[in-house]
């Protein structure tokens, strides 16, 4: 799909909705339930229930942030290294998964001894259409309830004691007078750990293989890696685009690019293709990390009510890791070829083989 029908069915919600679902195929009923927070849901409700969080995410919070994202990404590589003495590693493994997830995590309010379990969770979630995760239907109703259950557990806990992490605030919040029903905390709970965690792991995981196979652009970057993060930053998520998509269903006829749409079509926004688009990048295949900001670049969506909650943090969270990489780690190169993700959903790396001297 080309870039700019992307930004027009992402900035007109009213004509593309949300609250029929937002994957390519239907969800069981089930399914829906557990996984129907404000992604699959329109405004009002959509913005009310974005806006107890939204605070938690803006620039000035994740400006906060930045010693604790730096903090433990140097905490993450050290480990790497005492774990790894042979000097080779599962880059995924080691230090892309680990750094977003601790994160996410450490905002939730989750103790570090359940982290490994949440990382599991979602990769099951996420990579329900890849067999190494279940790949089962069945699999991915069982790990939906535990992780329900934590989740609930772990509210009902900051009820009584709360905190300043963002489980805390969900409990405590109302929404048009009323407290979240356990089912509307769960599924946002689920979905803020799973975006928080299953992303910005990935663009990662992609901006190392590109730099690995780029040399020149990793050069460039690493020699002047003020003036160039925040392009270089938005070229690793064009580049990775780790959201292969998102559905929006047509809610009354209509037409997009000169395509006639009746009410209750289908509409998927193919970010992986927006961000190749001739039309609105200039050598669009170039991995460029001086490529001029622009708002074409769609990986964290085009604009609109659903645009990424955690793009602010999750541009930090990049940033910040290649930076540490820089200083600490600048032999840090991706060998051979990535373990994909099987989905047609989240351009997810598995694994990827990492070296350095
Ligand atoms: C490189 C990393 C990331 C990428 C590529 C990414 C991508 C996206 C995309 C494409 C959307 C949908 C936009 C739309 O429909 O208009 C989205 C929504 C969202 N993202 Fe991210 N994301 C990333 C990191 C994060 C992080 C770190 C969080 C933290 C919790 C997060 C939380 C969310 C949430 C909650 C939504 C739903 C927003 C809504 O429905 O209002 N994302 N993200």
Redesign the pocket.
């Known amino acids: 799909m080309s870039g700019r029908r992307v930004w027009q069915a992402?900035r007109n919600p009213e004509l593309f909705c949300s609250g029929l679902g937002?994957n390519i195929v239907d969800l069981p009923q089930e399914l829906n339930e557990f996984y129907g927070s404000?992604?699959n849901m329109d405004d009002p409700k959509?913005f009310r229930l974005?806006s107890i969080v939204s605070k938690g995410?803006t620039p000035r919070h994740v400006t906060d942030l930045e010693d604790s994202v730096r903090a433990k990404a140097a905490e993450i590589l050290d480990r790497m290294l005492a774990r790894n003495p042979s000097g080779t590693a599962d880059f995924v493994h080691e230090f892309a998964g680990p750094l977003?997830l601790e994160i996410?995590c450490s905002m939730m309010g989750i103790p570090p001894e359940d982290y490994e379990r949440i990382f599991d969770w979602t990769n099951t979630i996420l990579g329900a259409s890849d067999p190494e995760f279940g790949g089962t239907y069945e699999r991915l109703m069982e790990v939906s309830l535990e992780i329900f259950a934590y989740a609930q557990a772990l509210g009902e806990d900051r009820r009584a004691h709360p905190t300043d992490d963002i489980t805390s605030a969900l409990m405590a919040a109302e929404v048009d007078g009323d407290q979240l029903t356990p089912q509307e905390f769960g599924s946002f709970f689920i979905?803020?750990v799973v975006?928080?965690n299953e992303?910005?792991r990935n663009?990662i995981s992609h901006g190392l293989r590109a730099l690995t196979d780029h040399p020149d652009q990793r050069d460039l970057w690493f020699g002047d890696f003020d003036t160039h993060t925040r392009t270089a930053v938005d070229e690793i998520?064009r580049w990775a685009t780790?959201?292969i998509h998102?559905r929006r269903t047509v809610t009354a006829d209509t037409e997009l690019g000169g395509q006639a749409l009746t009410a209750g079509d289908k509409v998927v926004l193919f970010?992986a293709s927006a961000n190749r688009d001739p039309a609105a990048f200039e050598h669009a295949d170039r991995f460029d990390i001086a490529r001029p900001l622009q708002p074409a670049q769609v990986?964290?969506?085009?604009g609109?009510?659903?645009?990424?909650?955690?793009?602010n943090?999750?541009r930090r969270?990049?940033a910040i890791a290649f930076d540490e990489i820089r200083q600490r780690l600048p032999s840090l190169r991706a060998v051979g070829e990535p373990d994909y993700l099987k989905s047609n959903f989240i351009n997810g790396i598995k694994r990827i083989p990492c070296t350095w001297d």
């Open positions: 992402s937002s404000m992604i959509h974005r995410f977003p996410i979905l803020l975006a928080g992303t910005t663009a998520v780790p959201v998102f970010y990986g964290f969506g085009a609109g009510p659903h645009f990424c909650l955690g793009a943090l999750a969270e990049i």
